[in-house]
């Protein structure tokens, strides 16, 4: 029986002082906290003794970032796949929510009439299809290995959702994807067989402090 292990890494802390929904915006690097935090991942699977033999980021700044320190780690080429890319979003750009936000104005809320599809950004199951693409690929490059796939929030939390047989709109508060957490894909002969998540980097998420001081 052959083993293979595709890990969907969701990139680290971004800087982002403006607080805007960057979505796929360039230029938006990873924050100091962030870089520490794909460090940590780094670490994480080179002294697990983890077998990677590929690793794959979105062409997005704060992806690409975030997989360089653990392509460095094995002594690899980072590789970079388009099909990672975050989710198109109408609010690019926009602060979202209520009061000063985007959502205080009424011109962009026709785009909030259908959540299911959702209507104000790339179709949920677009995004699962372009991601499941990528993960086959990366599976059978590395059968018999492991292979790192850096993404984002939201495809990455789909694609869960799709090898686990669940519907894919949800609640976005509910989503287990934090930042830098491995979602690990676990495939046997090619099948899928089951799934793993870790958060190498909890200690350093925004807040971890005070709840650890709780």
Same mark, same amino acid.
């Not at 653990?70 to 602060?95: K, P, S, V, Y």
């Not at 011109?107 to 950004?121: M, Q, V």
């Not at 609640?171 to 998540?197: I, M, N, W």
């Given at each position: 029986?052959?083993?293979?292990?595709?890990?969907?890494?969701?990139?680290?802390?971004?800087?982002?002082?403006?607080?805007?929904?960057?979505? /796929?915006?360039?230029?938006?690097?990873? =924050?100091?906290?962030?870089?520490?935090? @794909?460090?940590?991942?780094? *670490?994480? %699977?080179?002294?697990?003794?983890?077998?990677?033999?590929?690793?794959?980021? =979105? $062409?997005?700044?704060?992806?690409?970032?975030?997989?360089?320190?653990?392509?460095?780690?094995?002594? %690899?080429? !980072?590789?970079?796949?388009?099909? &990672?890319?975050?989710?198109?979003?109408?609010?690019?750009? %926009?602060?979202?929510?209520?009061?000063?936000?985007?959502?205080?104005? $009424?011109?962009?809320? *026709?785009?909030?009439?259908?959540?299911? /599809?959702?209507?104000?950004?790339?179709?949920?199951?677009?995004?699962?299809?372009?991601?499941?693409?990528?993960?086959?690929?990366?599976?059978? @490059?590395?059968?018999?290995?492991?292979?790192?796939?850096? =993404?984002?929030? &939201? $495809?990455?939390? !789909?694609? /869960?959702?799709?090898?686990?047989?669940?519907?894919?709109?949800?609640?976005?508060? *509910?989503?287990?994807?934090?930042? @830098?957490?491995?979602?690990? &894909?676990?495939?046997?002969?090619?099948?899928?067989?089951?799934?793993?998540?870790?958060?190498?980097?909890?200690? %350093? &998420?925004?807040?971890?402090?005070?709840?650890?001081?709780?």
């Amino acid at each position: 029986m052959v083993s293979t292990t595709v890990h969907l890494l969701r990139h680290g802390e971004v800087f982002n002082p403006e607080g805007v929904l960057y979505g /796929r915006i360039p230029g938006y690097r990873l =924050s100091d906290r962030g870089q520490e935090m @794909a460090q940590r991942v780094a *670490k994480h %699977l080179v002294e697990q003794g983890r077998d990677v033999v590929r690793v794959v980021a =979105s $062409p997005l700044q704060r992806a690409q970032e975030t997989a360089e320190p653990i392509a460095a780690g094995f002594g %690899l080429d !980072l590789a970079t796949d388009d099909r &990672l890319i975050e989710a198109e979003n109408h609010f690019q750009g %926009l602060t979202f929510g209520v009061g000063d936000g985007s959502l205080g104005h $009424p011109e962009h809320w *026709k785009y909030l009439w259908n959540p299911f /599809r959702p209507s104000w950004g790339e179709p949920y199951v677009e995004q699962v299809a372009r991601m499941r693409a990528a993960v086959e690929d990366a599976r059978a @490059a590395a059968e018999g290995h492991e292979t790192v796939l850096v =993404s984002h929030q &939201l $495809p990455v939390w !789909l694609t /869960r959702s799709s090898f686990e047989g669940r519907r894919l709109w949800h609640d976005p508060r *509910k989503r287990q994807c934090s930042l @830098a957490s491995l979602t690990s &894909l676990r495939f046997e002969d090619g099948r899928f067989v089951g799934l793993h998540y870790t958060e190498p980097a909890a200690e %350093l &998420l925004p807040g971890a402090s005070q709840v650890a001081g709780a």
